[in-house]
């Protein structure tokens, strides 16, 4: 699908990932404007569209769907509607950005997909720490040899029980940890990103084992998963991602190991890149993100719809980090 000179956006669900996150980004990207908010609070969704000024609010996801000044659709909600709005989206024949998770499960990943490729219109899912300098930066390190063949990956994320993390709340309606709503917990939420950017960074998994459970019964949800994986070039993975722990092991690092070197890394509030090299100083890059951090893929993505370039996050590939995030969090307590 190829549009003309710019996309006009509608935002289904404008939250809190909508004020700093990616509604600016719509907006400040080349070619790219933002024409209509909904939310089901009337009044949250006009108080949205008069702050940052986008000319239309609606109250109802289908008025906004088949506005004909709305050219794609971003779908902001949690993932419990993401394949309903998906669906309605696709048959209205509109592109699809869909926030991440992709969806609760497998399945209804695959059908969203299936119905994008019927309708004929592209699906994109928000991870856009594919399109981040300092992931960016990993990928050139593994792509240029500089660590050699690569050997193992170690994913490292321990948090205390109310951890400092974006999203992270003690609320008892905090959907992220709600399996009905997100799918899973802080495990869904965190380790998708994680994942996908292993898919991106060394290629898809295609074996991946784990158990998860819940050891504290704070939420409903996992707050303990532990599992390995195999990616489609041999190369294994081993990840630990405890929601659980004391301060005193709040950590979270991902290391790549090479037969020359490795280079580690965190995602989530530190944006450094360490490379170790055999027999040479160890060298850490540090990067600056822009505040609003979803802009560079929303870029890729304008452009794509505008025949100027690739997404590199894409349905398909968000698929595959849904099904191994199901492989992963297999419940051993329930």
């Known amino acids: 699908m190829k549009l003309n000179k710019e996309v006009r956006w509608g935002i289904i669900g404008v939250g809190d990932v909508c004020e700093v996150k990616s509604g600016p980004s719509l907006q400040l990207a080349s070619n790219s404007k933002l024409v209509a908010v909904m939310r089901r609070n009337a009044e949250k969704a006009k108080s949205f569209a008069e702050r940052h000024k986008v000319p239309k609010w609606y109250d109802d996801a289908d008025a906004l769907i088949n506005d004909p000044e709305v050219d794609a659709i971003y779908i902001a909600t949690p993932p419990s509607s993401h394949e309903e709005y998906t669906l ?29 490729k019927e309708a004929k219109v592209p699906l994109y899912v928000a991870f856009y720490r594919r399109a981040l300098p300092n992931i960016l930066k990993v990928k050139e390190i593994i792509e240029t040899g500089l660590i050699g063949d690569i050997r193992f990956v170690n994913i490292k994320l321990h948090k205390p029980l109310s951890p400092n993390i974006v999203g992270a709340s003690d609320d008892p309606d905090n959907w992220r940890i709600s399996p009905d709503v997100a799918g899973g917990g802080y495990f869904y939420d965190l380790a998708s990103h994680q994942l996908d950017v292993m ?25 303990l998963t532990v599992g390995s994986f195999r990616f489609e070039n041999g190369v294994l993975g081993h990840g630990v991602w405890a929601f659980n722990t004391g301060d005193v092991s709040d950590e979270e690092l991902t290391t790549i190991v090479g037969s020359k070197g490795e280079v580690s890394f965190p995602f989530f509030g530190d944006n450094h890149v360490t490379l170790k090299v055999d027999g040479q100083a160890e060298e850490v890059f540090q990067f ?37 995030m199901q492989q992963l969090c297999k419940r051993i307590d329930q």
């Not at 998770?101 to 299936?114: D, F, Q, Y």
């Not at 600056?288 to 304008?302: D, W």
């Open 288 to 324: 600056q993100l822009s505040k609003h951090i979803q802009q560079g893929l929303i870029q890729t993505i304008v452009d794509e719809l505008l025949g100027k370039g690739e997404c590199p996050s894409t349905g398909v590939s968000g698929t595959r980090t849904n099904w191994v």
């Open 199 to 223: 898919d991106f960074i060394l290629g898809p998994i295609t074996e991946a084992h784990g158990y998860a459970t819940n050891q504290a019964g704070a939420y409903p949800a996992e707050d």
């Open 88 to 116: 309605k989206a696709a048959a209205a024949g509109k592109p699809v950005y869909v926030e991440k998770p992709m969806a609760r499960t497998h399945e209804e990943c695959l059908s969203m997909v299936n119905a994008c």
